[in-house]
């Protein structure tokens, strides 16, 4: 403590229980920046048995568990390993994240999620921005192989999003076993989807095409399609 430095060898907290206040119309407010009164390293964080639950919901969103091992000063933080577990995904991330006005963060994230059948969807991209604007991008492989490029606006006042999912292969019995016929392996699907919405709906915009060895080929439009969402952030 007197060189200004708290060192955290082992964290331990489990069992933790959020219950999210109501989200209203008028834009949260943000701090300009945060400044921590001292350095903190954490060798070893761990939670396990983190419940969050938005406000009117009786359903939780379950985290089983979280760790991290990172390194925080008056001016950053650097994440050296933040591994998540929870409904079968598996997150890991490294990167640094400042405490500059905005927030600017720069992560490299990957994933993993347990399909049925054995089959692993998986992820590998970054994470960069800030809180006026945030770049998500991955490539996906497994049952989807695919490339994800998305971006976040004004995440703190009038939040919206778009992005691009470019297919380069999908087979969809993965997640319906109500269609084995469609897994056989001479069907593929392919194509680019065009999602983007705001805190109140998602609308979604699309070109995929069919591809079968037997039958040929048969494409698949989607000009515009809008559904509601719940407001989560």
Not at 16 to 27: C, E, H, Q, R, T
Not at 30 to 45: F, W
Not at 221 to 229: A, D
Request: proline share 6%; charged share 20%; glycine share 8%.
């Amino acid at each position: 403590m007197l060189s200004g430095k708290l060192a955290i060898k082992t964290l331990d907290i489990r069992q933790v229980a959020v219950d999210l206040p109501a989200a209203g119309n008028k834009p949260r407010d943000t701090p300009a920046r945060i400044v921590l009164p001292l350095a903190i390293a954490i060798e070893q964080g761990r939670l396990e048995g983190l419940a969050i639950r938005q406000h009117g919901s009786e359903t939780p969103v379950l985290i089983d568990s979280i760790r991290l091992v990172a390194n925080a000063t008056a001016q950053d933080i650097r994440i050296n390993e933040l591994r998540v577990n929870g409904y079968q995904v598996q997150l890991h991330s490294t990167g640094k994240l400042s405490l500059a006005p905005g927030f600017p963060l720069d992560l490299q994230l990957a994933f993993s999620y347990s399909l049925p059948e054995t089959a692993t969807l998986q992820g590998n991209g970054s994470l960069q921005g800030d809180l006026h604007k945030l770049r998500l991008q991955q490539s996906l492989s497994g049952p989807l192989r695919a490339k994800l490029d998305a971006e976040a606006m004004d995440i703190a006042g009038d939040f919206h999003w778009q992005g691009e999912l470019n297919i380069e292969k999908f087979n969809p019995a993965i997640f319906n076993k109500a269609l084995p016929h469609i897994a056989m392996p001479d069907i593929r699907i392919q194509g680019k989807l065009n999602p983007a919405g705001d805190r109140h709906q998602l609308s979604l915009k699309g070109d995929l095409q069919l591809d079968d060895a037997r039958t040929g080929r048969a494409p698949v439009s989607y000009t515009h399609l809008t559904l509601p969402t719940k407001r989560i952030v």
